[in-house]
C-alpha cells in the first residue's frame, strides 16, 4: 500500500506503458501493479506530496512540492544539492519482463546570469551494477520551464531478470552552483516542483516476454 512516505517520490511523475511498447517489443496484454518501497532524499520529504493510481494500474502519478535546489539569499549552505532515491517494487505480468526505454523530465529553473544547474539521474535493478548517470546542465541568465530527455538504445536496455524478484532502483539529483553570480544579493534554483499540475517526469517501459520456465 502506498503511503504518506512514498508520497513524497517524485515531482508529477508517471510510470506508463506507452501504447505499442518500445520498437521491437509486444506490451503485457494483462494489467500490473506498481508498490513504493522506500523513497529517502533531501528532495522528497514524507508529507509533501500525493498519490494517485490510475484506474487500470498501469500509471500512477505522485506529485509534491520540495524537490528544489538553490543558492543565494534565503539559501541554507545544504540547499545546492537535492535528491530523491524511489525504490520500486513492480509487478510484471506472468511471462513478461520489463527495462526502461526512456526518461523524460521537466521542471522550472531561474538561474542568474554566471549561474548553473545541473538535473542527472540513474536506474538499476537491486543488486545489480547500476546504470551511468545521465546528466543534463543548464546555464543562466535563464527563467523557464526545462525539459530533458534521456534515451536507451534498444540494444542496450538492461532488462529485469526473468523469474527473479529485484526491486527496481530511480535516483534522482538536481544541483546548483552560484558561479560568478552574487549569491549575498540574488537568488538561483532549479526545481522539479509540480504545485501547479503541470510538470512531470515520465518513465517509458520497454517489454519482452520471458523464456517458458524449465520442466
Known amino acids: 500500500m502506498l503511503n504518506s512516505v512514498a508520497a513524497a517520490a517524485l515531482a508529477m511523475s508517471t510510470i506508463i506503458i506507452p501504447p505499442g511498447g518500445s520498437p521491437g ?8 501493479t506498481i508498490d513504493i518501497v522506500t523513497v529517502n532524499g533531501s528532495g522528497c520529504r514524507a508529507g509533501t506530496a500525493a498519490v494517485a493510481v490510475s484506474p487500470d494500474n498501469k500509471a500512477f502519478t505522485v506529485t509534491y512540492s520540495e524537490f528544489l535546489a538553490q543558492v543565494g539569499v534565503g539559501s541554507k549552505p545544504t540547499d ?3 535528491n530523491c532515491q524511489l525504490n520500486l517494487r513492480i509487478n510484471a505480468p506472468s511471462g513478461f519482463t520489463y527495462g526502461i526505454a526512456s526518461t523524460d523530465y521537466r521542471g522550472f529553473a531561474s538561474l542568474e ?16 551494477s547500476e546504470t551511468a548517470y545521465t546528466q543534463h546542465p543548464y546555464k543562466g541568465p535563464l527563467v523557464d520551464d526545462w525539459q530533458a530527455t534521456d534515451t536507451t538504445d534498444v540494444a542496450s536496455i538492461v532488462y529485469h531478470p526473468c523469474g ?5 532502483n530511480i535516483n534522482t539529483e538536481l544541483r546548483v552552483n552560484a558561479g560568478t553570480s552574487d549569491p549575498k544579493k540574488t537568488t538561483s534554483f532549479i526545481s522539479m516542483d509540480s504545485t501547479d499540475g503541470s510538470i512531470e517526469t515520465t518513465y517509458h517501459f520497454a517489454w519482452k516476454t520471458c523464456p517458458p520456465p524449465k520442466p
Open 80 to 82: 545546492f544539492r537535492k
Open 113 to 128: 546570469k554566471g549561474a548553473s544547474a545541473l538535473q542527472r539521474a540513474n536506474y538499476y535493478f537491486q543488486g545489480m
Open 25 to 32: 517489443t509486444t506490451p503485457p496484454p494483462d494489467h500490473f
Open 164 to 168: 527473479e524478484k529485484r526491486n527496481f
